[in-house]
């Protein structure tokens, strides 16, 4: 965006007091607009912080308390460590890497205050995380781009995609939705509810229809207007794994078929507040479908986020976007050094 809309050769031209009211209204829209930044950076971190609060207790907290309880390193704090870390769903593989690489650190560096064991085990958790998966970005480039989103009943999908398009909406990019899931009708509804707060048109058949026919036409619209992003939301029975891999699987079929030069993402939502049966959930999907990546929901409501640490290292599922409330802004990229510190702090 042009801040200053003439170069200060041009105002020095022809100074006027009229110019100078100009330029100076001109350098006050550019100050709030480099303060509106910096705010919008501030309440990102603000929200994960605030969002992660009580996954940071669960951690952070009782490695605190561990840690002021031991005068000195010895194998009684790291299995106290390896306890909190497992019992905050990190998982018990990943749990006993991080355990093992930080006993390792610990006696190459000499380490021998248990007080500075916390920023090791920080870092161990973090190398982990990082050498788990390639990347954390949600690819929608080049455009067009499809998202398709899959997970079990109430994880979340349909608001998680009622929030991503009116980010990338208000982003500047065009988003069409589709209605993949026909199981009820409130689903329909609800996406279209959505649609509407987004400005975004949705994609829809009737109730009890064919959710691949629903994708197909999307996909159709999609061409026809240049759409960016076409996100398809689908419904989420899993009480029978046969039926669940044929319904995804000819959603596959039309994706492939009809769109090969769209850029795909298939997004598995998990609520985290199930812990491991998100897990469970995960390895489900996994088997059934090419998981690119996760967006972990509800991180508000859960002491439960070390699931992020075991979905990502324990099934190289890498977590794109994370749910800490539910309004529109509390949909916000997973950053790895924010959500480290966050839990960590
Ligand atoms: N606190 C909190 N609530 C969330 C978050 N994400 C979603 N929810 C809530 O979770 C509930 C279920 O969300 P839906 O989007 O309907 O879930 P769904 O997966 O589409 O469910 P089905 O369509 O029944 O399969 C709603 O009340 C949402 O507001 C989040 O990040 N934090
Ligand atoms: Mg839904």
């Not at 036409?217 to 046969?242: E, F, M, P, Q, W």
Request: one cysteine or more; hydrophobic letters at 40%; glycine letters at 6%.
């Amino acid at each position: 965006m042009g801040l200053f809309k003439r170069t200060p050769k041009e105002v020095d031209k022809n100074v006027k007091d009229q110019d100078l009211n100009i330029v100076a209204q001109e350098g006050e829209e550019l100050l709030n607009e480099l303060k509106n930044s910096t705010k919008k950076k501030d309440s990102f971190f603000e929200k994960v912080k605030n969002g992660l609060s009580k996954t940071r207790k669960n951690i952070s907290g009782k490695i605190d308390d561990v840690i002021s309880s031991h005068r000195k390193i010895d194998d009684e704090l790291f299995d106290e460590l390896e306890e909190i870390l497992i019992t905050a769903d990190v998982g018990i593989v990943s749990t006993m890497k991080i355990i093992e690489n930080l006993k390792e650190r610990a006696k190459n560096e000499k380490i021998t205050d248990p007080h500075d064991l916390k920023n090791l085990l920080k870092e161990e958790v973090k190398n982990i995380m990082l050498n788990s998966v390639d990347n954390n970005t949600l690819e929608l480039e080049p455009s067009p781009s499809l998202i398709l989103v899959v997970g079990v009943n109430g994880v979340g999908k349909t608001t998680t995609i009622g929030k991503l398009a009116y980010n990338l909406k208000n982003s500047g990019k065009s988003v069409l939705l589709a209605a993949g899931d026909t199981f009820r009708a409130a689903a329909i509804d609800q996406l279209m509810t959505w649609g509407n707060r987004a400005n975004v048109e949705v994609v829809a058949h009737q109730e009890g229809s064919d959710p691949a026919a629903v994708i197909f036409d999307a996909i159709k619209k999609a061409k026809a207007k240049n759409i960016d992003v076409l996100i398809c939301d689908t419904a989420g029975r899993l009480h029978n794994k046969s039926n669940l891999m044929n319904e995804l699987n000819k959603i596959f079929r039309v994706v492939e078929k009809e769109y090969p030069e769209a850029t795909k993402e298939i997004i598995l939502i998990l609520d985290a507040t199930t812990g491991q049966n998100a897990i469970n959930q995960a390895k489900v999907f996994k088997e059934v479908s090419n998981i690119t990546g996760v967006i972990l929901t509800k991180l508000d409501g859960t002491a439960k986020g070390g699931i992020a640490i075991a979905l990502q290292t324990e099934l190289n599922l890498p977590i794109k976007l994370i749910g800490v409330g539910e309004g529109v802004e509390d949909l916000q990229p997973f950053d790895l050094d924010v959500f480290i510190d966050s839990i960590f702090e």
